[in-house]
């Protein structure tokens, strides 16, 4: 047995390192991509009139982080979680809004990490470490609230245990 297939075979490890991570991943590098197209773009000729420069650039990431969120929102709805839509019934609107405070709680757990960690590594290494613990916690926060990972166990678990009626979890639909 090789190491990755031994890594593979942890509970969470093992999670991430199959397809679904492998796509949040390249969703999140797409966003990139998108919000530094739409950074210089809105920065470079959109908003070029916009005084002082520091609000202008405020306003730039702003809009830069808006379309990079829908952009990554969409694409993860569309292919990284394809599957668990026909069993999750979660309007869009409020998907949506899920999968944006699951990205906002991931920003502040990299920057408190990364302020955390500066005090025994370098800042560049400790954003580096920071980035990564706050993407797995993103994937594992929108895995099971956003996309309804939590919601299809339940269900699994009431058809399990059925002598338990509605002890577990929201109303069945």
């Not at 069993?87 to 920003?107: K, R, S």
């Not at 993103?138 to 895995?143: E, K, T």
Request: net charge positive; aromatic share 10%.
């Amino acid at each position: 047995m090789t190491c990755c297939e031994r890594l593979r075979q942890l509970p969470l490890l093992g999670r991430l390192l199959r397809h679904r991570f492998i796509k949040f991943g390249i969703v999140g590098a797409s966003g990139t991509l998108v919000n530094v197209a739409v950074l210089y773009l809105a920065q470079e000729t959109l908003l070029v009139a916009i005084t002082p420069p520091s609000l202008r650039l405020n306003l730039s990431l702003a809009v830069a982080i808006f379309f990079a969120t829908i952009n990554n929102f969409l694409l993860n709805r569309a292919w990284t979680w394809l599957d668990r839509q026909p069993h999750v019934h979660t309007p869009i609107l409020l998907q949506f809004g899920q999968y944006t405070i699951a990205c906002w709680l991931g920003i502040a757990l990299q920057f408190a990490l990364t302020h955390a960690f500066t005090s025994h590594l370098h800042y560049l290494l400790a954003n580096v470490l920071a980035i990564i613990i706050a993407s797995i916690a993103n994937f594992v926060l929108n895995d099971h609230w956003t996309f309804g990972r939590l919601r299809l166990l339940i269900r699994r678990w009431r058809r399990q245990h059925p002598q338990h009626g509605d002890s577990l979890g929201p109303p069945r639909r």
